[in-house]
């Protein structure tokens, strides 16, 4: 497979952007490393020519970016979702630093329908915890503990950086027919629990202390495959199947 065909499975995702410069400048750092694929959520501030200023060379990008009303529309069809950010949560979620992609990018770049996500939050507030918990992992960019925050465009140019180095030190993809589950049917898997759950009674639906996020949590964390996947999905059905006829 080739770089450039490796590097289109790669989408770089701006949540709020605020300022059309950062977004220009995202543009320029993906192209410097060779890739090509930004999307925008509900930007403040574009189309702008302060965007298209700071872009640079990588014009192209911008006259290509993708717009979308919410996040979950341009990752419905993901098999591989980061979220970036220098914030710890209450409920910490599966974490990676940006040394630690490569057998994680290997494995789901051997997918036939692999397509990976990294996703960057506002400059002021970063990613919600709602936003973070759609991703499959939560990645951070080792700072110096006084002072994490970094600018937009450079967490996107070091992140962009390190997928480079990684890509250039596989030696080779061996794409396979298989395919992985995507983030909308992970999704479904984790609604069907929840909704098997509650029919139970599993939980106090009036105190359910984040039972479904952490069932959401524990299906990221596992990253069960297409067939695995329909077994979680039958063997719920089943017990809804016999629920059923109880009632």
Known sequence: MSDSSLKNKFDFILVEPSHPGNIGATARAIKNMGFQNLSLINPKNFPNDEAFYRAKGAK????????????????????LIFGTSARTRTIPWPTKTSSELSIILKK???SSNAKICFIFGREISGLSNDELQMCDYHIKIPTDEDFSSINLSHAVQIISYVLKMELDNINSIQEIKEEIPTFLENEHLIDHFDVVM???DFYDQENPKQVKTRMRRLVKRLQPDKLETGILRGFLAKIEQILNKKN
């Open 60 to 79: 192209d990008i911008l006259e290509n970016v993708k717009i979308y009303e919410d996040l979950s529309a341009p990752i419905k069809d993901a098999t």
């Open 108 to 110: 789901a770049l051997e």
């Open 198 to 200: 509650k029919k139970i």
